[in-house]
């Protein structure tokens, strides 16, 4: 069966400083993995996913996610904070197998301070 | 233009009352889904349909109806209405494949009292 853990239910961090939420996950086969952020009040939005190639995925508003096979973790990464990037941040994954299900962890917030 | 609209944003109603909420699509994608999201920001699939035919249906009580009358359209009907039916619901869409990404709605808030 398919699982995702965000570890951490709260992240605070001062603006400029580097960022890390954190992921793991089990899958049968190979994972797909994605990260989605939820502001207040808002659906969730795409931020970045890795499917396969590179290890390091480049995304939107300058996060980054790796991709550790032997750790089955896909942590969230921002080199210099901003305090706009306090939200609800969702990791998420999925496989072939899955037939389309996707399989959310339970959203980390992540607070970033002036 | 909106990608995933859903209606109404708001929605507050009476334990036993029948309700309905609407979602469309204009990214020309093949699958839609609705999803719970609980007071915990817990977020649970309930039902996912590609082109008009119920692909993922999770333990989701007999009193909650999708409906897609075509592939852009996915509405969730909800019969006698309890308090613990309470949460955000949002409808997605993607593209078949399950390496693709999901556009969100705006959600639908729904308060039983």
């Known amino acids: 069966a398919q699982s995702v853990a965000q570890p951490e239910d709260q992240v605070n961090v001062a603006e400029g400083n580097p960022l890390t939420v954190k992921c793991t996950y089990s899958v049968s086969g190979n994972p797909y993995l994605f990260w989605y952020v939820q502001y207040p009040n808002r659906g969730l939005q795409f931020l970045l996913k890795?499917?396969?190639?590179?290890?390091l995925v480049k995304g939107s508003y300058g996060f980054e996610a790796e991709f550790n096979k032997s750790q089955t973790s896909f942590h969230l990464k921002k080199p210099s904070a901003l305090v706009s990037d306090s939200a609800l941040y969702f990791c998420?994954?999925?496989?072939?197998?899955?037939?389309?299900?996707?399989?959310f962890g339970s959203g980390t917030r992540l607070s970033i301070r002036p | 233009d909106t990608a995933v609209s859903q209606t109404p944003k708001y929605l507050v109603t009476q334990m036993g009352n029948d309700k309905s909420i609407k979602c469309e699509q204009n990214l020309g994608h093949d699958t839609m889904y609705w999803y719970k999201q609980d007071s915990k920001k817990f977020l649970k699939i309930m039902f996912s349909y590609n082109n008009k035919e119920l692909i993922i249906n999770e333990t989701v009580p007999n009193r909650f109806s999708p409906k897609s009358p075509d592939k852009a359209h996915l509405n969730l009907h909800i019969n006698s209405l309890e308090l613990g039916d309470s949460a955000v619901y949002f409808c997605?869409?993607?593209?078949?494949?399950?390496?693709?990404?999901?556009?969100f709605g705006p959600g639908t808030r729904l308060t039983v009292l």
């Open positions: 890795y499917i396969t190639g590179d290890n």
């Open positions: 997605a869409s993607s593209q078949v494949r399950q390496s693709d990404e999901q556009f």
């Open positions: 998420a994954v999925s496989s072939y197998s899955s037939a389309s299900k996707i399989i």
